[in-house]
């Protein structure tokens, strides 16, 4: 069992900077895919990044070059770095976990908002 817990959400003008942070309690997370995924109103909810354990990334193309993705599995701890943020970025910012041994086991934290304003 994994437990995740967002927090760094907030409010911020377009082109500010935001740092979210996830932490897991329970088993380790070496052996799970972190990634954030976030969901704007009306919308589905889709991939921001996600990265391996040995730090391996991916992104959406909207966040590329903008977004940093990082993990520090001996914290047990996930982070996304926004910069140059966009009203288009506004969403609830979810950390999630998959477990690379069996797929189907999937963790959720319960959302951080991020609110940019124009």
């Known amino acids: 069992q994994v437990q995740l817990v967002e927090s760094g959400g907030s409010l911020v003008q377009t082109g500010g900077s935001l740092k979210l942070s996830c932490v897991a309690s329970g088993n380790s997370i070496s052996i799970y895919v972190m990634g954030w995924y976030r969901q704007a109103p009306g919308k589905q909810r889709e991939l921001v990044a996600d990265i391996t354990s040995s730090g391996s990334t991916n992104y959406a193309d909207s966040v590329k070059g903008r977004f940093t993705i990082s993990r520090d599995n001996a914290k047990k701890s996930v982070y996304l770095q926004m910069n140059s943020l966009k009203p288009e970025d506004t969403a609830v910012y979810y950390c999630?976990?998959?477990?690379?041994?069996?797929?189907?086991?999937?963790?959720w934290g319960q959302g951080t908002q991020v609110t940019v304003s124009s």
């Open positions: 999630n976990a998959i477990n690379v041994l069996v797929p189907t086991i999937k963790y």
